[in-house]
């Protein structure tokens, strides 16, 4: 008995780790890193087909397949959390904003901002555009959340960037 329970926990744990690895390894392919994909690749294929290999020998056992799923489904929640607390990458903010002073305040707050001047419903806006490390994504959130809570907010991911005053600054670190 006790050897069965050890087969299901190491089959779901084998298949959280390796589906995180997929999450991660996705993540980083379509960041264009490609070479620590292929590292990720490498070892979660093996956790995969270790797993797998435990599921198919024992498929006389259903529980073995529930557990198999069950450790999917769970690899895929970590996979996207793990990937959320590392913030690897860059990220882009559009801020549309009726406050024209705001700009100076994020610029203070160490972050390029290339401003653009837009039309609205309700009449002329600024266009804020902030690249950055997604790592600071929340700062900047909450810094405009407590300042202009009427602000029109979108956030897209960056693959890359070259030059201008975001490139400045990270040479600086």
């Known amino acids: 008995m ?33 070479f620590i994909a292929g590292s990720i690749g490498f070892f979660e294929v093996i956790i995969y ?61 160490g972050f390029g901002v290339t401003v653009l001047e837009g039309k609205g419903k309700e009449g002329v806006k600024q266009v804020l555009m902030v690249s950055l490390p997604r790592k600071k994504l929340n700062e900047l959130l909450k810094f405009i959340d407590q300042n202009d809570h009427t602000a029109f907010v979108t956030i897209m991911d960056t693959r890359a960037s070259k030059g201008g005053y975001f490139r400045q600054t990270m040479k600086k670190k």
């Open 49 to 109: 087909i270790t797993a797998l290999n435990k599921v198919v020998g024992g498929l006389d056992n259903p529980i073995n397949l529930i557990v198999y799923a069950l450790g999917f489904a769970t690899g895929n929640f970590m996979g996207s959390y793990i990937e959320e607390k590392l913030a690897i990458g860059l990220t882009t903010i559009q801020i549309i904003t009726e406050r024209h002073d705001i700009c100076i305040s994020i610029r203070e707050m």
């Open 2 to 34: 006790l050897a069965l329970i050890w087969g299901y926990l190491f089959i779901f744990f084998a298949r959280v780790i390796d589906v995180s690895l997929a999450t991660m390894r996705t993540l980083m392919i379509v960041r264009g890193k490609g």
